[in-house]
């Protein structure tokens, strides 16, 4: 799975640094380095929303406080997805 989060300067000043610290320690905690990417990119297109984060295709708005939870939502949701076929 890639985590595309943007720095761009709006998303920079809303926490995106943090959320790429909280991430990164989620994904290493949970053994996660082969299976999860974390990548940055600028500009998302979201820029009034907060910490734009593209995850399976879709752009979200996300904070430190709540970016490990989203994560792992998706994170399990793709591995439910996967166990059906």
Known sequence: M??????GSSCHLKGSYE??????HYIE????????RLRGSFCL???TEGVSVRMDGKVLSLSPENAVDVLRRR???MQD?????
């Open 2 to 7: 890639e985590v595309e989060i943007c720095v």
């Open 29 to 36: 905690e949970n053994d996660l380095k082969e299976d999860i």
């Open 75 to 77: 994170w399990e949701a």
């Open 45 to 47: 297109g979201h820029c």
């Open 19 to 24: 959320v790429v610290k909280v991430l990164e």
């Open 81 to 85: 997805a996967a166990d059906q076929f």
